[in-house]
């Protein structure tokens, strides 16, 4: 384990822990201040990705695209968190719009290889605006928001380890 989670843990408090009576208050879930969060996010993204004809979990696909073009559903998958059922659907609403193209492998048919089309890569450019607005609309400086997504990550990570 490494010593930054080790000092973290050994920094709480022990009264940090909720009271039983407190326990179930909504207001005082860590877990329903993450889900409002995401909420109001997903909020701002919707507008912000309107004009360009994208949902979220699209957006998602074309930043992996835009990052690395061609790769397997299985690779932008593990990029996503997200297994190839839900994402299969998603790409072909994708192909549909004419954003994506996906082929089967040449030297393992059973793999789909996922490329962008000159639309796609088009959206690129008007893209970039994307996380200057997400990040005026926060109101916090860019050390703020990589510190906050550092500490998001970490748990992310703890989570995961904790078989979340």
């Not at 299985?74 to 790409?91: K, M, N, Q, Y």
């Not at 549909?96 to 030297?107: F, I, N």
């Not at 916090?140 to 989570?159: H, N």
């Amino acid at each position: 384990m490494d010593t930054k989670r080790t000092s973290r843990t050994k920094q709480a408090a022990p009264d940090a822990t909720p009271s039983a009576a407190s326990a179930l208050l909504l207001d005082q879930q860590f877990c329903f201040s993450v889900y409002a969060t995401s909420l109001a996010l997903n909020k701002l993204y919707r507008k912000l990705l309107a004009p360009l004809g994208l949902t979220y979990p699209q957006y998602l696909v074309m930043m992996v695209l835009w990052e690395a073009d061609g790769l397997t559903v299985s690779e932008i998958g593990a990029r996503l968190h997200l297994d190839s059922a839900t994402l299969t659907p998603l790409l072909k609403r994708m192909e549909a719009q004419q954003l994506v193209r996906r082929e089967r492998a040449a030297a393992d048919e059973r793999q789909v290889i996922v490329s962008l089309t000159a639309e796609g890569r088009a959206l690129k450019e008007p893209a970039e605006a994307v996380p200057r607005a997400v990040l005026c609309a926060s109101a916090c400086s860019v050390e703020q928001v990589v510190a906050v997504k550092a500490e998001l990550d970490e748990l992310r990570e703890r989570f995961a380890e904790a078989g979340g």
